[in-house]
């Protein structure tokens, strides 16, 4: 369970788990060894969501068990559990998974996008530019020209010549 009501972030193990520790307030990320979940409860804030995708990507790095550090991270929204993420839960209820989230009938009307996404970094949970593929100059980057950059990887979004430079 991620949740940072106390104002601090804290992930904490669930043993026995089961559907009923999905708090609607909170993120949780469930490790399936070939892929870690990130189910994000309908009342999650913004904070949360981030550290936890965050807490999930260093989870996985730093897992001592021998997985590879590309093991998927996927998220899940609440009300919208694929079967791949209901197997991991002994007797999962469909109707009370979707009776905890009122918003997912209205994101289905406006023709919601993808409800399960895959995430590799934090920068794809909070919709960075790629540094691989999106290269800026320095001055554009030093005046703060260019928004959506990962700030703790601002030098990556420089061409190999203009870094040189620098």
Request: net charge negative.
């Given at each position: 369970?991620?949740?940072?009501?106390t104002?601090?972030?804290?992930v904490?193990?669930?043993?026995n788990?089961?559907?009923d520790?999905?708090?609607?307030e909170?993120?949780?990320i469930l490790?399936?060894?070939s892929?870690?979940?990130?189910?994000?409860?309908?009342e999650?804030n913004?904070k949360?969501?981030?550290?936890?995708?965050q807490?999930?990507?260093?989870?996985?790095?730093?897992?001592?068990?021998?997985?590879?550090?590309?093991?998927?991270i996927?998220?899940?929204?609440?009300g919208?559990?694929p079967?791949?993420?209901?197997t991991h839960?002994?007797?999962w209820?469909d109707?009370?998974a979707?009776?905890?989230n009122p918003?997912?009938d209205k994101?289905?009307?406006?023709?919601g996008?993808n409800?399960?996404?895959k995430i590799?970094?934090?920068?794809d949970?909070?919709?960075?530019?790629?540094?691989?593929?999106d290269k800026?100059?320095?001055?554009?980057?030093?005046?703060?020209?260019?928004?959506?950059?990962?700030?703790?990887?601002?030098e990556?979004?420089?061409?190999?010549?203009?870094?040189?430079?620098v």
């Amino acid at each position: 369970q991620c949740s940072n009501v106390t104002g601090d972030f804290v992930v904490e193990e669930i043993f026995n788990y089961n559907q009923d520790d999905l708090i609607n307030e909170d993120v949780f990320i469930l490790d399936a060894f070939s892929e870690v979940w990130v189910w994000v409860g309908g009342e999650a804030n913004k904070k949360e969501k981030t550290d936890a995708f965050q807490a999930a990507i260093d989870y996985v790095k730093n897992a001592p068990d021998g997985r590879s550090n590309d093991t998927p991270i996927l998220q899940v929204n609440s009300g919208a559990e694929p079967p791949l993420f209901t197997t991991h839960f002994f007797g999962w209820d469909d109707t009370k998974a979707k009776a905890n989230n009122p918003y997912l009938d209205k994101l289905k009307d406006i023709g919601g996008g993808n409800l399960v996404q895959k995430i590799t970094s934090a920068a794809d949970a909070l919709g960075y530019k790629d540094p691989e593929k999106d290269k800026f100059s320095y001055s554009d980057l030093k005046n703060k020209k260019v928004d959506k950059l990962d700030p703790k990887r601002r030098e990556c979004y420089l061409t190999d010549a203009e870094f040189e430079k620098v």
